[in-house]
């Protein structure tokens, strides 16, 4: 690899060989992939991004740890929408805003962008099986990319996960195994299986070129927002290594000159399950907390990528906001009616907190914002309708539609 020097431990500063199979540090801090930016910034450039015709996360080659002769996996990852929301962003009162709706990734999730940067290191490094934990997402994401690129998978879901997600897994052809237990709880199960059974291992807190392929969201929205710098990207937060590959794909652009500045990252989790952003607020270290939230995949009690995510959230100057699950499931709604995107909770919990940091008035009225959406609401889809609702049920008759009308609106003149 050209572009990469090695990896580097972010606890401790050891340096590795950054060979396709690399996990944790010996010191057990996780590892941050380090580019040559001296020579990307000689291939990678405003121009050649724009003659570009990959419509996909892998038009950033040059800045993705991968051989030059490793081939993109199958399924279409990234180059999500970036949708301009005057209306929510008029709700909200600020200048500016857009929402990058990642939920129509493949499998409808950002988490396709690690699952694709996984397939390709698998390939790398000639393994057949993957495995990992998830609280669903990342799981029924390896799954799809997998199945596309003929390999074989092994996933340990805690066994609260949503049924669209189980779905997806079965259709897929995963070896689920669901545990009765928490996300913990299963995390640690599948590292002792693949400690055991030496399969390529896609737990993003361990696997460093995994926050690699998340990256790509930022890119993508600086490249989408024609390098304009917003002020802020509001994301939702439960392991941490989505926010920390967010962060790392702004500072590689501003690192090769493609950007001038760095945005404030905004760190939204569940008030039932906050550990990264306590931290946060009280500057120290965090603590494990109850997974206590319908958001399921920012349920994280005990965050695998606490030191990334910190870091990134710090250096930022970013802002941290918890919300309650009403908060959640009120944005979820907010988003359908005033942009058409229908997130899962965890998806849009972002969306949440920055509607939460307008109401107190922490958000200047002129800033420019990013909302990112990380999942789609077809994967949860009984959260939503106990919120919003079931709809008006009649015979087929006009009689009684109108009856219906007459009971509902109440003279409003709308149903
Ligand atoms: C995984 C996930 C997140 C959070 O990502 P982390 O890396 O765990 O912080 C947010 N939203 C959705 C929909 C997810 O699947
Ligand atoms: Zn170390």
Not at 273 to 286: E, H, M, T, V, Y
Request: hydrophobic share 40%.
């Amino acid at each position: 690899m050209k572009n990469v020097k090695h990896a580097k431990c972010v606890k401790c500063g050891k340096i590795y060989k950054a060979v396709p199979d690399l996990t944790n540090c010996s010191c057990g801090g996780i590892l941050d992939i380090v580019y040559d930016y001296g020579y990307i910034k000689t291939v990678l450039t405003w121009e050649t991004l724009a003659a570009r015709r990959d419509y996909s996360m892998w038009r950033y080659r040059e800045l993705l740890p991968v051989e030059e002769t490793t081939a993109a996996p199958p399924l279409r990852v990234g180059w999500s929408p970036l949708y301009p929301a005057p209306r929510l962003a008029e709700t909200l009162g600020i200048r500016k805003l857009f929402v990058k709706d990642d939920g129509v990734n493949p499998t409808a999730s950002l988490k396709d962008r690690a699952s694709s940067m996984a397939v390709a290191k698998a390939r790398e490094a000639g393994a057949k099986v993957i495995a990992c934990s998830s609280t669903g997402n990342a799981a029924s994401s390896l799954a799809g990319n997998a199945a596309a690129a003929g390999l074989e998978t092994y996933i340990f879901i805690p066994s609260r996960a949503p049924k669209g997600k189980v779905a997806q897994l079965m259709t897929f052809g995963a070896t689920v195994i669901s545990v009765q237990g928490s996300y913990e709880e299963t995390f640690e199960l599948s590292k002792a299986a693949i400690e055991k059974w030496g399969w390529y291992n896609r737990n993003a807190a361990i696997n460093p070129y995994l926050s690699e392929g998340k990256k790509t969201v930022g890119l993508e929205i600086m490249e989408q927002l024609g390098w304009e710098v917003p002020d802020y990207i509001a994301i939702s937060v439960g392991d941490g290594c989505t926010i920390a590959g967010l962060w790392k794909g702004l500072k590689d652009l501003y690192a090769i000159g493609l950007i001038d500045r760095l945005p404030r990252l905004i760190s939204v989790q569940a008030e039932g399950c906050c550990p990264l952003n306590r931290a946060i607020a009280s500057g120290g270290d965090w603590a494990p907390m109850e997974e206590n939230t319908l958001a399921d995949s920012i349920a994280v009690g005990v965050p695998r990528n606490a030191d990334k995510a910190l870091m990134a959230v710090r250096e930022s100057n970013g802002l941290a906001v918890n919300v309650s699950d009403q908060e959640i499931m009120a944005a979820q709604k907010l988003l359908g009616q005033t942009c058409g995107v229908f997130g899962e909770p965890a998806g849009v919990t972002g969306t949440a907190g920055l509607k939460k940091l307008c109401e107190q008035g922490v958000i200047p009225a002129d800033a420019a914002v990013v909302s990112v959406v990380t999942g789609s609401g077809l994967k949860d889809v009984a959260n939503a309708i106990a919120f919003c609702g079931e709809p008006v049920s009649i015979p087929n008759s006009m009689a009684r539609l109108t009856e219906a009308f007459a009971a509902r609106n109440a003279g409003q003149g709308k149903i």
